[in-house]
């Protein structure tokens, strides 16, 4: 009987020997455009040139194209609660949450599942010490929409998370999540890293533009000393830049060594580099980069130190989509 094949294990993160050909500054081209990404229609986002049914109170009935982007205020008469939003896991799981009334993309469930699997394979959520020291993860969301994937790290037992997104909305909506989870309490003893004395939120949402929150933290009141162990970055597709998002997270002074950063893209922009140069001589190395459908979920990691043991670059992945 033939054996199945098994996956071999990825050697452990060299960042030195990582080539030249690599690791380069100059992104791909592919990342420096606008992508088109069309979508199904969902009920929660309708992405150009789709075909929908137009609502009608007395039954409607097929005409033109109907665009709900994302960002502008959804048909709540129609759609009350379109994308059913949940905790998955943890402290929290099964908690229904609120979702703004503009329309979002949020991260499929069967994707979230997967992503968080592999966040907790990388210690994410470990105690630092078993039984004694509480986990001190810190998690920033950007692209926040409703919450729900800081919310889920939250659930799993993160310290603290910061919430961005631009819209007031969302932002509001993200608040409303929080106090329904019981996430609106106060940390003891200091932010994360160590630094202050006053205790830190639990939770925090900052309503600024992703990119100045990543450029200019200090601006926007998220404190560049406190360091992030994850970033996540989902943004909408076709309204950003892939290569100045890469560039601003890369280079932001809220991540350090170590720091796990997931990028989602639509399968239409190609495949992301496996290795990203940073300003400062640093880099990010891929250790996963996963297609769900339409979805693809990178991730990486800022200059490893080998200390996340299950987190290993895999270029092979990379390679396509």
């Known amino acids: 009987m033939k054996r199945p094949n098994r996956r071999r294990r990825s050697p452990e993160i060299d960042p030195t020997s990582i080539s030249g050909s690599d690791l380069s500054q100059e992104l791909p081209a592919n990342l420096k455009r606008q992508v088109t990404a069309k979508r199904p229609t969902l009920g929660h986002i309708v992405p150009k040139n789709s075909q929908t049914r137009k609502f009608r109170p007395d039954g409607g009935g097929s005409e033109s194209s109907q665009l709900r982007p994302q960002g502008q205020t959804r048909d709540t008469q129609r759609y009350n609660n379109p994308s059913n939003l949940r905790i998955l896991g943890g402290s929290c799981r099964g908690r229904k949450l609120e979702s703004p009334t503009?329309?979002?993309?949020?991260?499929?469930?069967?994707?979230?599942?997967?992503?968080?699997?592999?966040?907790?394979?990388?210690?994410?959520?470990?105690?630092?010490?078993a039984g004694s020291v509480p986990c001190r993860t810190r998690h920033l969301d950007i692209f926040s929409g409703s919450g729900s994937v800081g919310l889920e790290s939250l659930s799993r037992g993160v310290?603290?998370?910061?919430?961005?997104?631009?819209?007031?909305?969302?932002?509001?909506?993200?608040?409303?999540n929080i106090?329904?989870?019981?996430?609106?309490?106060?940390?003891?003893?200091?932010?994360?890293?160590?630094?202050?004395?006053?205790?830190?939120p639990v939770?925090?949402?900052?309503?600024?533009?992703?990119?100045?929150?990543?450029?200019?933290?200090?601006?926007?009141?998220?404190?560049?000393?406190?360091?992030?162990?994850?970033?996540?970055?989902?943004?909408?597709?076709?309204?950003?830049?892939?290569?100045?998002?890469?560039?601003?997270?890369?280079?932001?002074?809220?991540?350090?060594?170590?720091?796990?950063?997931?990028?989602?893209y639509p399968v239409e922009l190609g495949c992301?580099?496996?290795?990203?140069?940073?300003?400062?001589?640093?880099?990010?190395?891929?250790?996963?980069?996963?297609?769900?459908?339409?979805?693809?979920?990178?991730?990486?990691?800022v200059n490893p130190s080998g200390s996340r043991e299950d987190c290993q670059s895999r270029p092979e992945e990379f390679i396509s989509i």
Request: proline letters at 4%; charged letters at 25%; a negative charge.
């Open 102 to 129: 503009v329309y979002l993309r949020p991260m499929m469930g069967k994707v979230k599942e997967a992503v968080y699997s592999t966040f907790t394979s990388f210690g994410l959520y470990d105690d630092e010490v």
């Open 159 to 176: 310290r603290h998370c910061t919430f961005v997104d631009m819209s007031d909305d969302c932002c509001s909506t993200c608040e409303r």
């Open 179 to 200: 106090e329904r989870c019981g996430f609106d309490g106060l940390n003891e003893g200091g932010i994360g890293s160590g630094i202050g004395e006053e205790g830190e």
């Open 203 to 264: 939770a925090k949402v900052v309503c600024a533009d992703a990119f100045r929150a990543l450029r200019q933290p200090e601006t926007v009141g998220i404190d560049p000393n406190a360091k992030f162990d994850l970033v996540t970055l989902c943004p909408p597709y076709e309204e950003i830049v892939y290569a100045d998002l890469i560039d601003a997270v890369a280079n932001s002074d809220l991540v350090t060594e170590d720091t796990v950063i997931l990028i989602e």
């Open 272 to 301: 992301l580099p496996h290795a990203i140069a940073r300003e400062d001589g640093g880099v990010l190395v891929g250790v996963r980069n996963r297609k769900y459908g339409r979805t693809v979920i990178a991730m990486y990691i």
